[in-house]
Nanobody, 125 residues
Framework: QVQLVESGGGLVQPGGSLRLSCAASGRTLPTYVMGWFRQTPGKEREFVATSTWSSRSIGYTNYADSVKGRFTISRDNAKNTVYLQMNSLKPEDTAVYYC???????????????WGQGTQVTVSS
């Protein structure tokens, strides 16, 4: 059982930066694939970034093409927290951002077992 709480969202101007945090309680973070997704009204929850763990306990990251080079996902397993550093933000990045955790998490939201409540990110002048 995992509980997730996102924070760090807010209003930022285009070109600005935000750092989102996802604090997890329950099992330790290395047990799960961790992912960031975002959603706007009327649309499917969209993959943003995922941190995976190999059979050799080596982490790998994956990013949506729309955020590659601008966003960075990272994990602090000691703090049971995953981060999303967002730079060079664009108005089209505006969405509710969700943190997900799952034993089989990939790029589809259905592969995640636990979700936080989300945090609003608004990019506007």
């Amino acid at each position: 059982q995992v509980q997730l709480v996102e924070s760090g969202g807010g209003l930022v101007q285009p070109g600005g930066s935000l750092r989102l945090s996802c604090a997890a309680s329950g099992r330790t973070l290395p047990t799960y694939v961790m992912g960031w997704f975002r959603q706007t009204p009327g649309k499917e929850r969209e993959f943003v970034a995922t941190s995976t763990w190999s059979s050799r306990s080596i982490g790998y990251t994956n990013y949506a093409d729309s955020v590659k080079g601008r966003f960075t996902i990272s994990r602090d397993n000691a703090k049971n927290t995953v981060y999303l550093q967002m730079n060079s933000l664009k108005p089209e990045d505006t969405a509710v951002y969700y943190c997900g955790a799952g034993l089989r998490g990939a790029t589809a939201s259905r592969t995640y077992d636990y979700w936080g409540q989300g945090t609003q990110v608004t990019v506007s002048s």
